[in-house]
């Protein structure tokens, strides 16, 4: 019999997430991060080559794939750098980088600032029908910015970045993109003039996708004063936090609330694909330092269900649209099946606590801890075939249960 307070679902994908291995295995290891992902729901995640050494020779993909099928966990699929090193300086051997299964290509962390190799990446791109994830951030603008630039900044005295920061880039790569062809993916988009360049370029026919972290739907620059109130609660309610938490700093930064209720704008009309979750986890002494000594980044995989459930209870999308975003748009995104054994069962309605002790995540680097939120994955059911570019189906051969 179903339980009516649970809803079924694919499993779901995760384009954006760092597992740390190799060079930060204090903050990550591919196992943990791929045990994790499972405990968000997360069947498949697509790992980013920001490591040390970074992910940019087809030895290195290889290493990463035998280690992730060895470590069990959710599928995890292999993200290789753009440039050589991520130094921006010459492009890696895409090709072989392809032919050694990484699924797309990213300097993730950084964008290619040099805009005619980025030309060259998004022609490579189309030649070869890979997929460039790009970092919008224009870095003179952005600068030594540890927060979003606004009202908030100046109150509390932190250097900003602006939201143009983001927007000329996002600007600058739909040029190139319409310039040179190619399959353009902006990830973690977070303010509502890039939504809106996004929507205005897929209407002209760029072949152009995004992504948004459940951060950037639920939280606002004010979490980085203290607030603690989802963008979707009456701030007066909520007890605050202290100010200046480095758990709140995250590159691009939390936005104002009119960008917030952009980006659920932009997911309800299908301008944004998928939600990917940024997973940035780091180890503490990169994090309880001063707010602007601390890395960037949230450990993000375990709590990205509820964030946006919380936006689904407010009204701001459907229920469809968000599972839609998690699922067959990030399927979508990367030419892929949706894995047919990977299958979730989710309680919208469990309450739970999230505490360090509880995230399977090494990081325990979010703002979101002693926090009770709404809605979790129970049991997760993982095909164990190999992820296949569209046409073939996968079949299921594990049982997870929480
Ligand atoms: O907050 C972030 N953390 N943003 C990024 O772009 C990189 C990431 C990381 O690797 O820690």
Same mark, same amino acid.
């Given at each position: 019999m179903t339980d009516p307070a649970t809803v079924n679902s694919p499993g779901f994908i995760d384009l954006h997430a760092h597992l740390r291995e190799p060079g930060f295995e204090e903050a990550e290891t591919i196992a943990t991060g791929a045990r994790a992902a499972i405990g968000g729901g997360f069947t498949t995640i697509c790992a980013m080559p920001n490591t040390e050494p970074a992910i940019d020779s087809p030895g290195l993909v290889a290493e990463l794939l035998s280690r992730a099928a060895a470590a069990g966990g959710a599928r995890v699929l292999a993200i290789a750098t753009i440039t050589r090193g991520r130094r921006g300086k010459e492009l890696a051997d895409l090709v072989e980088l392809a032919a050694a299964g990484a699924v797309a290509f990213s300097d993730d *962390? @950084?964008?290619? !600032?040099d805009p005619r190799l980025f030309r060259h990446a998004l022609e490579y791109a189309r030649t070869l029908g890979l997929l460039v994830i790009e970092h919008p951030q224009d870095l003179a603008l952005s600068a030594k910015g540890v927060m979003h630039e606004g009202a908030v900044s100046a109150r509390l005295g932190l250097p900003g970045m602006p939201a143009a920061a983001e927007e000329t880039a996002v600007a600058r790569d739909l040029a190139l993109a319409r310039l040179a062809g190619g399959r353009l993916h902006l990830t973690h988009l977070s303010t509502a003039g890039s939504v809106e360049l996004v929507r205005r370029a897929k209407a002209e026919g760029i072949a152009v996708s995004c992504d948004v972290t459940p951060h950037h739907l639920a939280m606002t620059d004010t979490w980085v004063a203290g607030s603690r109130a989802? @963008?979707? !609660?009456?701030?007066?309610k909520i007890p605050s936090a202290p100010p200046? !938490? #480095? #758990? =709140?700093?995250?590159? %691009?930064p939390l936005r104002t609330l009119a960008d917030v209720r952009a980006l659920w704008e932009g997911l309800a009309d299908g301008t944004i694909d998928a939600i990917a979750t940024d997973h940035a986890p780091h180890a503490s002494v990169r994090k309880d330092v001063e707010y602007d000594q601390a890395a960037f980044g949230i450990s993000g995989l375990e709590t990205a269900l509820p964030l946006v459930l919380g936006g689904v209870r407010a009204g701001w999308a459907s229920l469809e649209v968000v599972l839609g975003a998690l699922t067959t748009g990030p399927a979508r995104v990367l030419g892929i !099946?949706? %894995?047919? *054994?990977d299958r979730l069962v989710v309680e919208p309605d469990h309450e739970w606590t999230v505490t360090a002790e509880g995230l399977?995540? &090494? *990081? &325990?680097? =979010? %703002?979101?801890?002693g926090r009770t939120l709404q809605g979790r994955v129970r049991d997760v059911a993982i095909g164990r075939a190999r992820m296949e570019k569209k046409g073939a189906g996968l079949g299921a051969e594990a049982i997870a249960g929480r």
């Open positions: *962390g @950084a964008p290619v !600032e989802f @963008a979707w !609660e009456d701030p007066h200046y !938490e #480095s #758990s =709140t700093k995250v590159n %691009p !099946e949706l %894995p047919s *054994g399977i995540s &090494k *990081g &325990k680097n =979010t %703002p979101l801890l």
